[in-house]
C-alpha cells in the first residue's frame, strides 16, 4: 500500500489546451478517494498521469516516497481497472487473470494461489474456465477487478468501471468494490462522471471542473457546504435549486427579496455575512427536500413559496414535484402521500435554515462555514 501524492501538477496539450491546471492532493495510504466532474473536467486525464499513461507536463506525483514522474508505468506497482474491462478474448477467466503474473514470472504455484484468492474474493469461482463472451458485463467487471487484485498493487485505479452496466447491476457492483476496499485497505482512487456513485463510495470527493479541483471534502460535508454554485448544483440529485434574486432590509432584519414576488427571512447564522450584500445580488441556493418537507411543513412560523405545479414525478416513497415561479423551475422533494395537482398553485413550506447564499460574481459560497 502508498500514499499519492500531486505537487502542482498540469497537464497540457499542443494548442495550449490546459487538461489538468495546478492540482494539489494527498491520496493518503489505503483511502478510497473519487475524483468526480462532468465530462472532459480532466479527471481521467490525471488518473492516466498516475498510471502513466500519459505525461506530466509540469509538476510532481509521488506514489509512496518515490516520484514517478519518469518510471514507466510497468514499475509503478499500480493497477488500472478500464471502463471496457479489457480482456483479451480468446483467453479464459483464468488465463485473464494470470497473464500478467506470468509475464512477470511469478512462480506457478503462487499464481495459482492468487487467483484463487482473487476469485473467492469476487465469487467468480465457477467462471475461471469461461471466455469473456461467455460472460455478463458484470462478470466481466469483476474478472477485470480481479486481474487487477492478484498483482496485489499498492494503489488500485478505476477509470469509470460501471458505466457499461445497467443500473441495478451498477448498484451492487458499488457496494462490491466498496466491500473489496474494505477486506484490502489499498489505497483506491476512483474516476466516474456520476455523483451518486461518488457519494455512495468515496471516503474523500474532488470535485472537478475545467481541469480544476472546485472542493476536495467528504460525502456529506461537500453536500452541507458546497464552496461554489458549481459543487453545489452539481453534488445532490436531484439537483439543488437556485434563484436569483436581493438582499433588502426588513423589520430590522434582512430578507432574500427573489423572482415572482419571493419574501424568504435570511437565517440568523447567514446575518452577517449577508450584511455586506445588502442591495446587492445574490444567488439564492435550496436543496428539494429542504421545500415542501414533512420537517419544514411542521415549522409553525415555516415561509413558503407560491408557485404553479407544472409536473408530478412518483418514485415511489417520495414523489419529485416541478413547480413553475415567474420563469424559474424549481423541484420539491416530499414524501409520497403527500397530493399535488398539476395545473394548480401549492405554497410549500420552506426550510430557511438550510439555505444557501451565493455571489453572483463569484459563484463562491457565502454565510456561515
Known sequence: MANVSFDRVEKVYPGNIKAVANFNLDVRDGEFVVLVGPSGCGKTTTLRMVAGLEEISSGEIRIGDRVVNNVPPKDRNIAMVFQNYALYPHMTVWENMAFGLKLRKVPKKEIEARVKDAAAILGIGELLDRRPKALSGGQRQRVAVGRAIVRKPAVFLFDEPLSNLHAKMRVQMRVEISRLHQQLGTTMIYVTH?????????????????????????????????????????????????????????????????????RLPIPEQDMAALAAFRDRPVILGLRPEDIGSAAAEQLPDAPRIRAAVEVVEPMGSESYIYFRLADTTFISRVDAHRKFKVGHTAAPAVFVEKAHFFDPATETRIGSP
Not at 470527493?205 to 471534502?217: A, E, S
Not at 452539481?234 to 434563484?243: A, D, L, T
Not at 433588502?248 to 427579496?257: E, H, P, T, V, Y
Open 194 to 262: 456520476d455523483q451518486i456513485e461518488a457519494m455512495t463510495m468515496g471516503e474523500r470527493i474532488v470535485v472537478m471542473k475545467d481541469g480544476r479541483i472546485q472542493q476536495v471534502d467528504d460525502p456529506i460535508s461537500l453536500y452541507d457546504r458546497p464552496a461554489n454554485r458549481f459543487v453545489a448544483g452539481f453534488i445532490g440529485m436531484p439537483p439543488m435549486n437556485f434563484f436569483a434574486g436581493h438582499v433588502r432590509m426588513s423589520q430590522g432584519g434582512l430578507l432574500f427579496d427573489g423572482v415572482g414576488g419571493m
